[in-house]
């Protein structure tokens, strides 16, 4: 197991410099449309083009692109991610406080999600072929055929309608006056209508994986066993069919871990929540490289450690499964 | 002796029954009938399909149509009695007046009804690309204005819009299946069947390919389209890119399941027979995945449409003036435009309903093909 993790652990380097690789080539092979700098003449005419190539040689632009890429990663590996052509600020400082926004809100959807998802998938299984499963059943197929998008719009129209709950943003106008426990009240105010936006999918998916997973178990030998032996048809079910149920949501747990970053791009967008998804479009939009190619090693990294660590999980919780 | 009769027929319609119902196509359409939910995301999907095809026969506006003077119009409405309390033999609608300036609020002129009238004759098109007609489903005379779901910042027609936005929306699916189930079954097949040096490099690429954030990979990717292409062209492109994406998934399960099907017998008689590698591989064990393939397929065909309505509707699709149910969305973004004319979430509904119809049909697919996965 040990040996197992150092094995993907030491493959995470050369990983990573295949997908960054693969990205810088991306951004470089976008034809016509050039670079950063090339986009700041057409909005501003008045620029001479010294100062554009003063700002190019500044960032080192001025290289052909494979130089470019190895300066990058040269820097990458002394944790200098370079500084963000349209802010001019360090692309670490700015995708930090981004990052640590997006964390908050796909965590906090995530626990709402599995908190509402299992107990829901649990009763939907005992309760089998009952109108409530039927429509629970129903209910999430419809769930998971919401794009976070369109569900992010319909949530904004009803909070407009209905005034409860603030449509933009992390924090009111009014937040740096607020007393500690006000921020805290605030941020939790503004993270309800990202958070359902985000989590209707997830629940939908989570809650049928547990149902079915459970219905499986319920159909075992040793619950016969159990039960023949005067459990209570409580204990029956959350102490043998459940924990042996939500075994393979485990492996889920840990995908859902190397998605935080990215999973919540589009509530973000529509909600003007100040996250990495934004962010990232935004960079992608300006083609501001550097924030661009730092969003993307951030994210892959922990897509990277989120599948290990569902891998890892599993074997944890399963001790039939056996790596190397 | 009519008894005998009777009973001979009746054994030979048993006999019947039973020979139709043993060919697995046969059972597992009867599994699919069983699932009425299935059967009636089916039906949605082939009607949305039909609809999809003959477009420009259902719309009652052509895709460039603009009326300036009707921008954000909310939904028309269809009577049958008039202001006067008259009842009317057919169903009309009034012309679109302007009432509120400012607020872009529109009421209708009752001064005169205007007829819904059927197979009228409207802007000219090609069915299915070569007949020439200009006859449409649906329409009504100027000044009034048929516009079913109302008009968008234009004054275009929404109604019309999102039935040629289908074409894109409801095509990127299909297409991208097209493109990645027969690169994915065959690299799958060959890992699966080599193994060793080939299974490891391939298998290490799908992994580098699972590293890569997906969302962000494919906003990079799609930025990368240059703002000249065709339609058409970008159409394609857009499905490259998704495909390029998708297709890892697709060959590490079939991988998985050639690992097991190549120890088969089947498989030795057929080596045995002296037919070459690629031969085996694709007349006789990738057969064997087809349950798993047509389901992942219906399954993996919603992603893509998901997939491909959120890049549009960040702006990074399908451009303008071409349009997807996505890009049309896009326009209901800012909170104004989408609490004033709400009319402009409805391609929205057309994704969900979409989407709910494959997951729904794949799910009932797989029940009906593979008893082993079924779900309950």
Redesign the interface.
């Known amino acids: 197991m040990i040996r197992y993790i150092a094995r993907r652990l030491i493959l995470l380097g050369p990983l990573l410099v295949g997908i960054t690789f693969v990205s810088w080539a991306a951004i470089q092979l976008a034809p016509g449309s050039g670079d950063y700098f090339q986009s700041l003449v057409l909005q501003y005419p008045q620029i001479s083009p010294a100062t554009i190539e003063g700002l190019r040689a500044r960032f080192g632009m001025d290289q052909p692109p494979w130089i470019q890429y190895l300066r990058w990663l040269w820097s990458i590996v002394h944790l200098d991610f370079g500084l963000s052509f349209a802010y001019q600020v360090p692309v670490t400082w700015l995708i930090g406080s981004r990052a640590l926004n997006t964390l908050l809100l796909s965590i906090t959807s995530m626990v709402a999600a599995w908190a509402l998802a299992i107990p829901v998938g649990i009763y939907s299984a005992v309760h089998q072929y009952s109108v409530a499963d039927g429509a629970l059943n129903v209910s999430a197929f419809v769930a998971i055929s919401v794009p976070s998008f369109f569900s992010a719009l319909l949530l904004l129209y009803a909070a407009f309608w209905t005034h409860l709950l603030p449509l933009q943003g992390l924090t009111s106008v009014t937040y740096d006056v607020l007393p500690w426990w006000g921020k805290v009240l605030d941020v939790g105010w503004h993270l309800i209508l990202p958070t359902i936006a985000l989590g209707v999918f997830s629940v939908g998916g989570l809650m049928r994986y547990m149902r079915n997973n459970l219905l499986d178990v319920l159909r075992a030998d040793y619950l016969k066993t159990a039960r023949a032996k005067g459990l209570t048809e409580r204990r029956v079910i959350l102490r043998h069919a459940v924990r042996n149920a939500i075994n393979p949501l485990v492996t889920l747990f840990g995908f859902e871990l190397g998605g935080l970053l990215s999973g919540a791009a589009f509530v973000e967008n529509v909600l003007g929540y100040p996250g990495l998804g934004r962010l990232i479009l935004e960079a992608v939009l300006k083609k501001d490289v550097f924030v661009v190619m730092g969003s993307l090693l951030l994210g892959s990294v922990l897509l990277i450690l989120g599948n290990l660590a569902a891998d890892i999980l599993l074997a944890v919780a399963d001790p039939r499964i056996r790596y190397d | 002796m009519a008894h005998d009769l009777v009973a001979a027929r009746v054994a030979e319609q048993r006999r019947r029954e039973a020979a139709r119902a043993r060919t697995p196509l046969a059972l597992a359409w009867r599994q699919l009938t069983r699932y009425k ?1 299935a059967l009636v995301s089916g039906a949605v999907l082939v009607a949305a399909y039909v609809i999809m095809v003959f477009a420009e026969f259902f719309a009652p506006y052509a895709l460039d149509f603009t009326d300036r003077s009707l921008f954000y119009a909310p939904p028309v409405g269809v009577h049958l009695r008039d202001a006067q309390g008259r009842w009317h033999l057919r169903p009309f609608v009034y012309a679109y007046r302007l009432v509120d300036r400012d607020l872009r609020i529109y009421g209708p002129d009752t001064s005169r009804a205007y007829d819904i009238r059927f197979f009228v004759r409207g802007f000219r098109y090609r069915v299915l690309g070569f007949a020439p007609t200009d006859i449409h489903l649906v329409g009504a005379d100027p000044p009034a204005r048929l516009f079913l779901l109302g008009s968008d910042q234009f004054g275009r027609d929404l109604l019309s819009r999102m039935l040629f936005g289908s074409r894109i929306s409801l095509l990127i699916g299909v297409l991208v299946v097209l493109i990645t189930f027969p690169i994915g079954l065959v690299l799958g097949g060959v890992a699966g069947y080599y193994g060793k040096i080939v299974d490891n490099i391939l298998m290490r690429s799908v ?2 390919l ?8 494919l ?3 799609a ?2 389209l ?3 292409l065709s339609s058409g062209a970008r159409l394609f492109m857009i499905a490259a890119v998704f495909s390029l994406v998708g297709w890892g998934g697709l060959a590490r399960i079939i991988r998985g399941l050639v690992l097991s099907i190549r120890e088969l017998e089947f498989v030795l008689a057929a080596r045995a027979a002296g037919l070459g590698d690629l031969r085996v591989i694709v007349r006789h064990i990738l057969p064997s995945t087809t349950s798993y393939v047509i389901v992942a397929a219906t399954l993996s065909i ?1 992603g893509t449409i ?1 997939g491909e ?2 890049l549009s ?4 699709g399908v451009q303008e003036p071409s349009t997807s149910w996505g890009l049309l ?1 896009a326009q ?2 800012s ?1 104004d435009v ?2 004033h004319f ?1 009319w402009l ?1 409805l391609p ?1 509904l057309a ?2 309903v979409v ?2 119809a494959y ?2 049909l794949g ?1 009932g697919v797989r029940d009906a093909l593979d008893p082993r996965q079924r ?2």
Request: no cysteine; proline share 9%; hydrophobic share 55%.
């Open positions: 939910l992994e580098v699972a590293s890569f954030p997906t969302f962000y990979l906003l990079t990717l930025s990368v240059p703002a000249t919603p998901l309505s959120g509707f960040l702006g990074l969305l209901a973004q909170v989408l609490t709400p979430l929205g994704i969900v989407i709910l997951n729904l799910d779900s309950s």
